[in-house]
C-alpha cells in the first residue's frame, strides 16, 4: 500500500513539473546592521515576491497583516507579490543611512557606522507556465519556509549568498539559476506539506482530474472535447465535470478556456509576442477573436494591457 502511495505522490509530481517551472529575478543583496527599514512596492502583474534570509534576522510586514519574524534560514515568499516592509528586529527608530550600488543589475545595500547582523536576498520571481493566473490563485498569500536544519537548502542558500558576495564573473547568472531551483523545490515542500484542496493543484493531484488536467495544461491549443478528456482520465464525462466543478468551481471546457487566456494574459505582459503569433499558441482561431475573449475576461483590450503594464514597469524602474 505505502508504495502504491509513493507512486501516485511521485505521478502528481511528475504532472506538476511544467507548472512549477519559474523565472527568478534577484533584486537586492541586502547587508544590514542596527536599525532599518526598506519598503518594497507590489511585485507587479504575475510576479510573487520573495525574501531569503542569508544571516540574522528581520521582520516583514504586509499592511493590514500581523508581522511575520525571519531569522536566517527562512524564505519567505508572497505569490500574489503584495506590497510590504522590510525591517530590522531593532525596530525602526533611528534608521541608518544605507548606501547602494549596482553590479550585473543587481542593487547591493549596506547600512553605514553598525557591524552587519542581517544579510538578505530579495527579489520576485514569475511563474512560466500557461497556467500562471490559475496556480497563484491557490496559493495563499504568504508562504513561509524555515529550512535551517535542512541541509540541501542551506548549502544552496549559501552558495547563492558567496556567487553575490564575492561578484566573479557570472555571478549574478549562477545565483539566479540557483534561484529558480531553490523555488523549484520550496514550492513542491510546501505542496506536499500542504496539499491543496482547489484550484489547479487539486486538479493535478486528484486521480478523476489528473490526467485530463495535465493535458489541457501541456497542450492548451489543441481543441480537447470532453470525451477525448474523460478517455484519458479513465472515468465518464458525468464523473469528470463533477470532479472538475468540485475541485475547481468550473467545467472542464470553462478550465480549458481560462488556462488559454492566462497563457495570452501573460505572453502579452511579458512578451513583445504579436498578438497573432499569442492566438495561435493558445488555441484561437485568430487575432480579433483572442482580443474579443480577452475583453470580455479581463474588461481590456490586449493592445491597453500591454502598454498599461510597460508604464509600470518603467515607472518601478524609475523609482528604484
Known amino acids: ?11 502528481t509530481l511528475d504532472l506538476l513539473a511544467p507548472v512549477l517551472r519559474v523565472r527568478p529575478e534577484l533584486q537586492d543583496f541586502c547587508r544590514f546592521g542596527g536599525s532599518w527599514s526598506v519598503s518594497h512596492s507590489s511585485a507587479g502583474e504575475g510576479w ?3 525574501h531569503i534570509v542569508v544571516k540574522g534576522r528581520c521582520v516583514i510586514e504586509r499592511p493590514g497583516s500581523k508581522p511575520v519574524n525571519l531569522e536566517a534560514g527562512d524564505v519567505l515568499l508572497l505569490p500574489h507579490g503584495d506590497g510590504h516592509v522590510a525591517y530590522g528586529v531593532n525596530g525602526r527608530d533611528g534608521l541608518r543611512q544605507t548606501t547602494t550600488t549596482y553590479r550585473e543589475h543587481i542593487r547591493f545595500k549596506q547600512t553605514e557606522g553598525d557591524e552587519i547582523d542581517t544579510e538578505l536576498v530579495c527579489g520576485r520571481l514569475h511563474l512560466e507556465s ?3 493566473n490559475l496556480l497563484l490563485r491557490t496559493l495563499p498569500p504568504v508562504i513561509l519556509l524555515r529550512l535551517s536544519g535542512l541541509r540541501r537548502y542551506a548549502e544552496l542558500i549559501a552558495t547563492i549568498r558567496d556567487e553575490l558576495q564575492d561578484a566573479r564573473p557570472g555571478a549574478a547568472s549562477i545565483a539566479r539559476d540557483l534561484s529558480s531551483a531553490l523555488f523549484v523545490m520550496l514550492l513542491r515542500q510546501h ?3 500542504e496539499p491543496p484542496t482547489t484550484g489547479l493543484l487539486a486538479l493535478l493531484s486528484a486521480r478523476e482530474t489528473a490526467r485530463a488536467a495535465a493535458a489541457m495544461v501541456a497542450d492548451p491549443a489543441k481543441s480537447w472535447n470532453l470525451e477525448e478528456l474523460a478517455s484519458l482520465a479513465a472515468v465518464s464525462r458525468a464523473t469528470l465535470v463533477r470532479a472538475f466543478r468540485r475541485l475547481s468551481g468550473m467545467p472542464p471546457q470553462t478550465f480549458l478556456t481560462e488556462l488559454r487566456l492566462g497563457l ?4 502579452v505582459i511579458h512578451t513583445s509576442d504579436t498578438l497573432a503569433d499569442i492566438a495561435v499558441a493558445v488555441g484561437y482561431q485568430s487575432e480579433a477573436a483572442l482580443s474579443r475573449a480577452m475583453h470580455r475576461r479581463f474588461a481590456t483590450r490586449p493592445g491597453a494591457m500591454r502598454k498599461s503594464q510597460h508604464e509600470i514597469s518603467s515607472a518601478s524602474a524609475q523609482v528604484d
Open 130 to 132: 500557461a497556467s500562471e
Open 1 to 11: 500500500m505505502q508504495g502504491t502511495n509513493m507512486s501516485a505522490a511521485y505521478e
Open 48 to 50: 510573487a515576491a520573495f
Open 191 to 193: 505542496l506536499e506539506e
Open 264 to 267: 495570452a494574459r501573460n505572453r
